[in-house]
């Protein structure tokens, strides 16, 4: 079974950093794209950008361009989302999905992130 | 244009069919692939490549494209079917995105 496990839920002070997972199971990890998406309290998807396993390649969406940094660690089937300072909008919930060509799947279950002081 | 516009709800009345639009200038290129999210729940692939639908995505599930607008259409929407849904598409610089999503509201 094709799956993806995220990291559990953080909650974080503004100004702290944070990395957040995503481990890949039961296909060829190298091989796919893997999406990160936004999904503030109350609101829509937003995609962040793209990393492939295989090389670390990465594509940002411009509105995610140098406000998150995305990661993998192929040898641990794991993809990672980073932060190195949280402010209190960056409050939502976060998930991966393995990106086809012209389609996302499947999904992780997400990962809550809370800022708060 | 990187923009996929969706209507904010939709009402159906049980067991009636209903059709949710996403439109956008990319659709005239990429394919649309649609995804139903419940309260508390990840995004679920329901239909992909204009109409193929994952193992497990009833048949009462389907996709179409005509111009620069995508639809997903359920045939017969059960109370189940009630979540909010969402368009997702690329442009041709490889960057993806999402529609603003339809609150689908079975009556």
């Known amino acids: 079974e094709v799956q993806l496990v995220q990291s559990g839920a953080e909650v974080k002070k503004p100004g702290e950093s944070l990395r957040i997972s995503c481990k890949g199971s039961g296909y060829r990890f190298t091989t796919y794209w893997i999406s990160w998406v936004r999904q503030m309290p109350g609101k829509g998807l937003e995609w962040m950008g793209i990393i492939y396993p295989h090389d670390s390649g990465t594509k940002y969406s411009p509105s995610f361009q140098g406000q998150v940094t995305m990661s993998v660690d192929a040898s641990n089937t794991t993809a990672y989302l980073q932060w190195s300072s949280l402010k209190a909008s960056d409050t939502a919930v976060y998930y991966c999905?393995?990106?086809?060509?012209?389609?996302?799947?499947?999904w992780g279950q997400g990962t809550l992130v809370i800022v708060s002081s | 244009s990187s923009e996929l516009t969706q209507d904010p709800a939709v009402s159906v009345a049980l067991g009636q069919p209903v059709r949710i639009t996403c439109q956008g200038d990319s659709l005239r290129t990429y394919y649309a692939s649609w995804y139903q999210q419940k309260p508390g729940q990840a995004p679920l692939l329901v239909i992909y490549d204009k109409n193929n639908r994952p193992s497990g995505i009833p048949d009462r599930f389907s996709g179409s494209i005509s111009g620069n607008t995508a639809s997903l259409t359920i045939t017969g929407a059960q109370a189940d079917d009630e979540a909010d849904y969402y368009c997702h598409s690329r442009d041709s610089n490889g960057y993806l995105f999402f529609g603003g999503g339809t609150k689908l509201t079975v009556l």
């Open positions: 999905a393995r990106q086809l060509i012209n389609h996302s799947d499947p």
